[in-house]
């Protein structure tokens, strides 16, 4: 499998908020760059994680308004965050352990690298998978 840091390398650039943004407005991003959570970034430093699942479970099901409700009040502060030493086995493990779809690649001095999704981990799988495959049809074949 190829190392994580291929994988941040191959993604365009991490979006983030902070955490006095709207949820209007991390909504926005969410749509317009076609993903399912945003990093919450104050001065820099990743103080926690806007998903999908929280608008749901903590704006649409609290009748909650997202124009007027700022990030810091339903983002996700305990987040879990990988490096750049990491397994993509391990990030799926971790993954399935904590119930997250996403995992912060923090830096040696905790600076935010990228951000995992699990579909990119599944993608990742499965193209390692194709390829063994394909070495063994063809090692049988000759």
Same mark, same amino acid.
């Given at each position: 499998?190829?190392?994580?840091?291929?994988?941040? @390398?191959?993604?365009?650039? %991490?979006?983030?908020?902070?955490?006095?943004?709207?949820?209007?407005?991390?909504? %926005?991003?969410?749509?317009?760059?076609?993903?399912?959570?945003?990093?919450?970034?104050?001065?820099?430093?990743?103080?926690?994680?806007? +998903?999908?699942?929280?608008?749901?479970?903590?704006?649409?099901?609290?009748?909650?308004? +997202?124009?007027?409700?700022?990030?810091?009040?339903?983002?996700?502060?305990?987040?879990?965050?990988? %490096?750049?030493?990491? %397994?993509? @086995?391990?990030?799926?493990?971790?993954?399935?352990?904590?119930?997250?779809?996403?995992?912060?690649?923090?830096?040696?001095?905790? @600076?935010?690298?990228?951000?995992? +999704?699990?579909?990119?981990?599944?993608? @990742?799988?499965? +193209?390692?998978?194709?390829?063994?495959?394909?070495?063994?049809?063809?090692?049988?074949?000759?």
């Amino acid at each position: 499998m190829r190392p994580l840091k291929q994988l941040i @390398e191959a993604k365009r650039s %991490t979006v983030s908020v902070g955490p006095d943004d709207t949820v209007l407005t991390a909504l %926005t991003l969410l749509a317009q760059f076609d993903i399912g959570a945003l990093l919450v970034l104050e001065r820099g430093r990743l103080v926690g994680i806007f +998903s999908e699942r929280d608008y749901a479970r903590k704006i649409v099901l609290k009748g909650k308004a +997202s124009k007027d409700t700022p990030i810091r009040e339903i983002m996700s502060e305990k987040v879990s965050c990988v %490096t750049l030493d990491q %397994t993509v @086995e391990e990030c799926m493990a971790l993954m399935t352990d904590k119930h997250v779809r996403h995992l912060p690649v923090l830096g040696a001095n905790q @600076e935010v690298i990228g951000v995992l +999704s699990i579909g990119d981990l599944v993608k @990742e799988t499965i +193209s390692e998978q194709k390829f063994t495959i394909e070495q063994l049809v063809s090692y049988i074949q000759n």
